[in-house]
């Protein structure tokens, strides 16, 4: 007798410890937590690479190159044939720079000598103020960044970084 009474009293607990329902409150919507990322791929970098390269040779200068995607992920990076070594770090650099702050490093530089409040955004580490690198767009939005050393000089890194751009993707270097 005391067996059934046992077994009855337990699997009501059983059932009843069961039906406890949590009221769990959805704060926002997934889209909300959620956002999607436009990223330069794999052949867009190549592509902004080699537009650069033949923009540089019709100047004359062989030059490094690096392709950064929105996150800051080095996707390429290229030393033109007899281009210093220390050209192949500013290039990451300077597409370092353009990404973080979203401005191509030839008009930061110039920005921040005029501003003694700002002067001082070479003392972080990974920025580096020299012309060369610029932000990629598409749609009005920062996909990744390019940077170039090696070109001869200011304007010729910053005129040969402005020429990644693939146009007829809406992939440009101006928002």
């Not at 337990?10 to 926002?28: A, D, M, Y």
């Not at 990076?77 to 490093?105: I, Q």
């Not at 990974?126 to 000089?153: A, N, Q, R």
Request: contains cysteine; charged residues 20%.
């Amino acid at each position: 007798m005391k067996i059934p009474f046992l077994l009855l009293l337990f699997s009501s607990c059983i059932v009843f410890g069961q039906n406890k329902t949590e009221n769990t409150t959805i704060l926002h919507s997934t889209d909300e937590y959620i956002k999607p990322v436009n990223n330069l791929s794999t052949e867009a970098a190549l592509e902004l690479a080699n537009r650069m390269i033949k923009a540089a040779s019709t100047k004359n200068k062989s030059v490094s190159v690096a392709v950064l995607d929105a996150s800051g992920t080095t996707i390429l990076l290229l030393r033109g044939n007899g281009v210093g070594p220390h050209n192949t770090e500013a290039s990451r650099r300077k597409a370092y720079t353009a990404l973080s702050t979203k401005t191509p490093t030839l008009l930061l530089l110039r920005n921040a000598e005029q501003n003694p409040d700002t002067k001082n955004l070479n003392t972080l580490p990974e920025l580096l103020l020299l012309s060369g690198g610029v932000p990629i767009w598409y749609k009005g939005e920062i996909i990744g960044s390019v940077g170039v050393s090696g070109g001869g000089s200011p304007e010729n890194d910053d005129w040969i970084a402005r020429s990644a751009s693939i146009p007829e993707t809406g992939i440009t270097t101006s928002k």
